[in-house]
């Protein structure tokens, strides 16, 4: 079966401090992999997906970057993080073959002060 | 651009009662998602409707689709406690499967 793991768990930044999630996948190959925002009390708004190695696409121009170094391995970053960038932050898998749906990881909540 | 709306956002039910969560979305689409948050945790998936007319039940909740009228809904039979959450509806088109999501309906299913 398939799983989606997310680290850290939690996370307390401070402002202009670096970040790095990572998330990774087992029991699948080549999925499409996302990363989400849920600020507190919104909705879910997407980040980035990639649909291979390398292949990232961006839904929305911010201080945030993510990177796919391997099939199952999905990485969202930060140079420098902004008051703004606290959020629920979650990973998610899909594969090419109908019924389709997205499987989300456990989240990382970040706190940034 | 793919919009979706959810109504109501807020939903306080007595246990026993009936409702039901409406969905909305702005064109075409080629399948629809409901997926289900707990407090502090992640989304799980309940549904996925991918024809116009399909239904599925889970115990007391059943999603329908008419593509139709660009509609979803959740039916939720005889509520319990147990399915106090966040419930979001989500749509999908084209061939990368990104999924816009409403704004959710908190439900709260009081004794």
């Known amino acids: 079966s398939q799983t989606i793991h997310q680290w850290p768990a939690t996370l307390v930044q401070p402002v202009g401090s670096p970040l790095s999630l990572e998330c990774t996948v087992e029991?699948?190959?080549?999925?499409?992999l996302y990363w989400y925002r849920q600020a507190a009390g919104r909705g879910l708004q997407l980040l980035f997906y990639?649909?291979?190695?390398?292949?990232i696409s961006s839904e929305v121009p911010q201080n945030l970057s993510a990177s796919r170094p391997q099939d199952r391995q999905f990485i969202l970053s930060s140079k420098k993080l902004l008051l703004s960038d606290s959020g629920f932050y979650l990973c998610?898998?899909?594969?090419?073959?109908?019924?389709?749906?997205?499987?989300f990881g456990p989240g990382t909540r970040l706190l940034v002060l | 651009e793919l919009k979706v709306e959810q109504n109501p956002l807020f939903l306080s039910m007595q246990e026993g009662k009936n409702y039901t969560i409406y969905c909305n979305y702005s064109?075409?689409?080629?399948?629809l998602y409901w997926y289900r948050q707990d407090p502090g945790k992640s989304l799980e998936s309940l549904f996925v409707?991918?024809?116009?007319?399909a239904v599925k039940q889970e115990g007391r909740l059943m999603a329908s689709l008419d593509t139709k009228a660009r509609l979803s809904t959740l039916h939720i039979t005889a509520a319990v406690h147990d399915l106090s959450a966040t419930y979001f509806c989500?749509?999908?088109?084209?061939?990368?499967?990104?999924?816009?999501f409403g704004k959710g309906t908190l439900l709260t299913v009081n004794p």
């Open positions: 990639s649909v291979g190695i390398g292949q």
């Open positions: 989500a749509v999908t088109r084209g061939s990368n499967y990104k999924l816009t």
């Open positions: 029991g699948t190959s080549n999925p499409n």
């Open positions: 064109t075409t689409s080629d399948r």
């Open positions: 409707l991918l024809s116009n007319g």
């Open positions: 998610a898998w899909s594969v090419d073959r109908p019924p389709e749906t997205q499987y």
